[in-house]
């Protein structure tokens, strides 16, 4: 099972928005709407940003978003803010008997 | 408040065995399925076992398949990972994480695994 496809990094300013994206198989991303998004700051544990595609947890601002189209799902942070400087990884249910499946990550900087 | 703490961690030389585990609090242990998560040094995350709330299915990544072995005391809110033949490629912060809705909802703080001569 081959690690979800994400860009190593992205940066915007203060206030703007930023993409990342997602990139799996019909296997995985493609054939269920069970993808998941993680921030990690440097030497903390991931936290849980989106489940099921588009949902926030408590707690999480509404300036994150996630969506899917086909094999490929998005994050999206609008109004960035210094705070949101952390690699991102997104999460995928999978067919293959490995049942998850993460992305290779994404570093975000806040210029 | 929902708490995993992982605890074992530390340097084993290759061919060597360590478990790993996690205790669970702030929340029912047995209505959960869990998972081990691990990241070596740098590099991404990378799931590597999962069982079923009731310890009786369990799954594993084929990097790992044979040599590590998930387990779970209810009793205990604890999840374990015996890990076998460890190789230096396993070197790695090693994370529990609980299971909902198709994700990982909370995480515990990790526990570092250096296989190393």
């Known amino acids: 099972q081959s690690a979800l496809t994400q860009p190593p990094s992205v940066s915007g300013s203060p206030g703007q928005s930023v993409t990342i994206s997602c990139t799996g198989t019909?296997?995985?991303?493609?054939?269920?709407?069970?993808v998941s998004w993680y921030q990690q700051p440097p030497g903390t544990a991931p936290k849980l940003m989106i489940y099921?595609?588009?949902n926030r947890p408590s707690g999480v601002p509404d300036r994150f978003s996630g969506s899917k189209s086909g094999n490929t799902a998005s994050l999206t942070i609008s109004g960035l803010q210094a705070e949101d400087e952390a690699d991102y990884y997104c999460s995928s249910y999978t067919s293959s008997s490995t049942f998850y499946v993460f992305g290779t990550g994404t570093k975000v900087t806040v210029l | 408040e929902v708490q995993l703490v992982e605890s074992g961690g530390g340097l084993v030389q290759p061919g060597g065995s360590l478990r790993l585990s996690c205790a669970a609090s702030?929340?029912?242990?047995?209505?959960?399925?869990m998972h081990w998560v691990r990241q070596a040094p740098g590099k991404g995350l990378v799931w590597v076992s999962r069982?079923?709330?009731?310890?009786?299915?369990?799954s594993y990544a084929d990097s790992v398949k044979g040599r590590f072995t998930i387990s779970r005391d209810n009793a205990k809110n604890t999840l374990y990972l015996q890990m076998n033949s460890l190789r230096a490629e396993d070197t790695a912060v090693y994370y529990c994480?609980?299971?909902?809705?198709?994700?990982?909802?909370?995480w515990g703080q990790g526990t570092l695994v250096t296989v190393s001569s």
């Open positions: 994480a609980r299971n909902t809705r198709h994700s990982f909802d909370y």
């Open positions: 019909s296997s995985d991303v493609g054939s269920y709407n069970r």
């Open positions: 702030g929340f029912t242990f047995s209505s959960y399925w």
């Open positions: 099921e595609v588009s």
């Open positions: 069982i079923n709330s009731d310890g009786s299915s369990t």
